[in-house]
């Protein structure tokens, strides 16, 4: 997946020019023989929303936001979640019952991207738009649009705050003991995140300032499956076991979220080993309150808020006929095309940054404000 990096000054300009009318509308340019999705619908249409299991807090709060959202704008909101539990057959056949009603629109938070190309197609044929939300729906066509923070900016943001936690906290110079954690095989995110992270990490790793004490490099080796945090705990007691015998100790983990920052913690502190420098990302409260607790080190606030109210814009623009603003028409290329999409901008937080990091959202704010 071929990711630009640019300037902030770059993505203020090309966020500019999109909101002055460089925008992708759905024309004759994808492939397939059914019908085009018409320019503009009526104003109180169904609008079909699929999101993946309730594994991190942010997806819940999707799912409210978008059926609140939704319907304050005029639409009949149908969402739904595809069970921890089922396989990615339940998030299909939810898809393809969405249009069977005629939503207008469907909104996807992928359970496997790259097994819903024949109810994205069906979802085109029927002539309805198709957002993909958070995660990229890959080697199909039929996809007009995605939606998301800058993955690849999230793993950056949390390579370089593993960096700066050794610095801080490692109490001794590098060479640091590391340990590299990636999310679900199924999630096009997890290599997202993975190769942001490598792109600050592997020139360390290959100077020697990083030892990888386990060997483990590779996303395939790395991989959590489902993003279930006894997945992550179990490889962290494993790795424990193999490789920090004695008084070897771990002074870092790369964590792609905060579900498994807090498991990869629990095994540290359950082998009777110093708590390393561990990154996460979502906000979720028990990582806000344990990074300013002085235990994980940093997260990732992807302000679910903004994310679900840029989708919901999307729809109104389609609702109405008007184009639909993008920001990068060159980073996301889902195997059949690149897809046309609208970024939003991930703040990394730590202790120190926190209730800056917060200011804009009062649940957390709150939070920070009881450690100080």
């Given amino acids: 997946m071929k990711k630009i990096i ?7 300009a090309t966020a500019a020019f999109a909101l002055t009318g460089c925008s992708a509308e759905r024309g004759g340019d994808t492939a397939g023989s059914g019908e085009e999705a018409e320019a503009g619908f009526a104003a109180d249409s169904s609008i079909g929303v699929a999101l993946p299991d309730k594994t991190s807090e942010n997806w819940v709060l999707a799912g409210k936001l978008f059926t609140d959202g939704l319907e304050e704008a005029g639409f009949k909101a149908d969402v739904q979640y595809a069970p921890a539990s089922n396989t990615v057959a339940e998030q299909q056949n939810q898809i393809q019952a969405m249009v069977t009603n005629g939503a207008k629109v469907i909104i996807i938070g992928a359970k496997d991207g790259k097994q819903l190309a024949t109810q994205v197609q069906a979802a085109k044929d029927a002539g309805a738009y198709v957002i993909a939300y958070d995660r990229l729906i890959e080697n199909t066509e039929a996809v007009d649009y995605y939606v998301a923070f800058d993955n690849f900016k999230v793993g950056e943001l949390q390579g370089q705050a593993l960096l700066d936690g050794l ?22 995110n997890s290599k997202v995140f993975f190769d942001g992270a490598m792109s600050v990490l592997q020139d360390k790793i290959d100077d020697g300032t990083l030892n990888v004490v386990s060997g483990q490099t590779e996303i395939a080796q790395t991989a959590t499956e ?9 490889r962290m007691d494993t790795l424990l076991t193999s490789s920090y015998s004695g008084d070897t100790v771990v002074d870092g983990v790369l ?8 498991a990869i913690i629990t095994s540290v502190q359950q082998a009777g080993k110093p708590v390393p420098v561990v990154t996460g990302q979502d906000s979720e409260v028990e990582s806000v309150k344990s990074i300013m607790e002085g235990i994980q080190y940093s997260t990732i606030n992807k302000d679910t808020t903004l994310l679900v109210e840029q989708a919901i814009k999307m729809v109104g623009q389609l609702q109405k006929g008007d184009d639909v603003d993008v920001n990068d028409t060159e980073s996301y290329d889902n195997g059949a095309k690149i897809v046309d999409s609208y970024l939003l901008d991930p703040i990394i937080v730590t202790k120190e940054n926190a209730a800056e990091a917060y200011a804009n959202v009062p649940s957390l704010l709150e939070i ?4 100080q």
């Fill in 6 to 12: 640019v300037t902030a000054t770059a993505l203020v």
């Fill in 167 to 188: 610095a801080e906290r490692a109490g001794h110079e590098a060479p640091y003991n590391i340990e590299l954690f990636s999310g679900s095989p199924d999630d096009a």
């Fill in 226 to 234: 489902g993003w279930l945090p006894e997945n992550a705990q179990n």
């Fill in 255 to 262: 964590s792609p979220n905060d579900t498994l920052a807090r």
């Fill in 368 to 371: 920070v404000e009881s450690y």
